[in-house]
């Protein structure tokens, strides 16, 4: 079923980090055109394009912050000069900026968490949906978090009120995008086994592991895999969905 994602153009945000990483090998196995966008991790770009290409994959990188549209519209028109379309974008780029408790989160922690988790994705979809609408074919895929179900840790509930945003902005993206043969839907991440939770001091895994009913911390494949099968054949029927990957979290 995957047969249909070869020489398609995927634009991949946040491609440095575990899941983008796993979404890029995974996307350019099934044969398809890949863009690994990055912000600041250079060197994990080049060596991912590096690894595609001695594969014989196709692959390109792109810098961008995603906090700032300008760059935003620089970043999609880029990926097309180089690919010619754009048939599918992965919102993944995403993260907790400024964690701290709710009584001493300020202003500009709330405003660059939601730039970076819901801004950022919004207007990335704007720059695809229309040249998707021309092509009358797309997809868009947005990740986002349980902590939208559960409103962020004692730190992050900014976070999870932006995820909670990139949902409903999801929903509202696939009944624009319905009449032109876009398919816009998120994958709602569980515990995810990645650098992330180092960043926001977790030290200990195992009393968030349990409260899984599987009994394990998710890997980045079973995130881009549902991402693959969104963005393939499989996925022509679903639209405005929000899916979640976390073990019955």
């Known amino acids: 079923m995957f047969e249909s ?19 890029v090998c995974l996307f350019a196995d099934c044969g398809a055109q890949v863009g690994i ?9 080049q060596a991912l394009r590096r690894a595609l290409l001695a594969k014989g994959k196709t692959a390109a990188c792109f810098k961008a912050d995603l906090s700032q549209v300008s760059q935003i519209r620089r970043l999609v028109k880029a990926f097309v000069r180089a690919f ?23 202003e500009k922690g709330w405003d660059r968490t939601f730039a970076l988790n ?12 229309w040249r ?11 990740v986002s978090s349980i902590s939208a179900k559960y409103g962020g840790s ?5 976070y999870g009120a932006a995820k909670a945003a990139l949902e409903a902005a999801t929903r509202g993206l696939a009944r624009w995008g319905a009449p032109h043969g876009i398919r816009v839907n998120a994958i709602r991440g569980g515990f995810i086994e990645t650098p992330f939770h180092q960043k926001m001091g977790r030290r200990d895994r ?22 693959l099968y969104l963005a393939s054949e499989a996925g022509d029927f679903i639209t405005g969905e929000t899916i979640t990957v976390a073990g019955g979290d």
């Open 206 to 227: 195992r009393e968030r592991i349990r409260k899984i009913p599987l009994q394990r911390a998710g890997q980045p494949l079973d995130m881009a895999r549902m991402a």
């Open 37 to 45: 966008h990055y912000h600041r991790n250079a060197a994990k770009a």
């Open 84 to 106: 010619g379309r754009i048939d599918v974008l992965i919102n993944n780029a995403g993260g907790v900026l400024e964690p701290k408790p709710i009584e001493r989160l300020s």
């Open 132 to 142: 998707m609408r021309r092509q009358r074919s797309g997809r868009i895929i947005n």
């Open 118 to 129: 819901a801004k950022g994705p919004f207007f990335l979809a704007q720059e695809a949906l």
């Open 154 to 158: 004692p730190v992050s509930l900014h």
């Open 5 to 23: 994602l070869r020489g398609k153009r995927v634009l991949i945000t946040g491609a440095t980090g575990g899941i983008g990483s796993a979404m």
